[in-house]
């Protein structure tokens, strides 16, 4: 079964500084996609970003960027001029090969602060 | 396009009652999920399900059940309550291809007392 970790629980950063949360996993599998989610206090869950293993390229969505070390199973978020509308619960997330488990890390509660 | 309707949004229930948390998808989404979230913690896996009639536990089954008579609808059955099920949950679906995106319902806040 695969883990996700998120070693930070909370985090903080000023409103336009740049901030990087953590994730690590552990799977056995070669192919898989990792994902970032984002829990405003509305609890929707909302899609940052995504990674597919294969890739070596990192993912980026405007502000928003990863670094990706697939021998370390390293997948960290990193969030550029950050914005008092990113406070909120972030997700990693994994899905596996054959794409029928999504599995959660523990989630990094993100404060920004003005 | 509803997406994933979850109801309902809040309940209580006392130690002992039985509930079903209901989920419906209109997005024909093969694979669907039940999650529960405690307060400042991750999402934890109860059930899934990957088509109509095929489910399977996650990590956190104990104390639930779930069916898929359909592919729209994917309902949780809490049967003999505990305050230790008092959480906020979340149904959600993918379509059946890798890296897509999962949709949520807006989760149902469960208060066992």
């Known amino acids: 079964a695969q883990t996700v970790t998120q070693s930070q629980p909370e985090m903080s950063v000023q409103e336009a500084e740049t901030v990087t949360l953590s994730c690590t996993y552990d799977?056995?599998?070669?192919?898989?996609?990792l994902f970032w989610y984002k829990q405003p206090p509305s609890r929707q869950m909302i899609l940052v970003i995504r990674?597919?293993?294969?890739?070596?390229q990192n993912a980026t969505e405007n502000r928003f960027s990863v670094n990706f070390q697939k021998a370390a199973k390293s997948f960290s978020l990193k969030i550029s001029d950050s914005q008092l509308g990113d406070t909120a619960m972030y997700f990693c997330?994994?899905?596996?090969?054959?794409?029928?488990?999504?599995?959660f890390g523990g989630g990094t509660r993100l404060m920004v602060k003005p | 396009n509803a997406g994933v309707t979850q109801t309902p949004k809040f309940r209580i229930l006392k130690i002992g009652q039985s509930m079903t948390l209901q989920c419906t998808q209109d997005?024909?989404?093969?694979?669907m999920y039940w999650y529960r979230q405690d307060p400042g913690m991750g999402l934890k896996l109860i059930y899934y399900?990957?088509?109509?009639?095929?489910?399977d536990k996650g990590e956190v089954p104990n104390g639930y059940n779930v069916s898929r008579s359909t592919t729209e609808d994917f309902p949780l059955r809490l049967e003999l309550a505990a305050p230790s099920q008092t959480s906020v949950y979340f149904c959600?679906?993918?379509?059946?291809?890798?890296?897509?995106?999962?949709?949520f319902g807006q989760g149902t806040r469960l208060t066992v007392v």
């Open positions: 399900s990957v088509g109509a009639g095929i489910t």
């Open positions: 997005m024909n989404h093969n694979y």
């Open positions: 959600a679906s993918i379509q059946r291809s890798l890296g897509t995106e999962a949709f």
């Open positions: 990674q597919e293993a294969y890739k070596q």
């Open positions: 799977t056995s599998e070669n192919n898989y996609y």
């Open positions: 997330a994994f899905q596996n090969n054959a794409g029928n488990m999504l599995t």
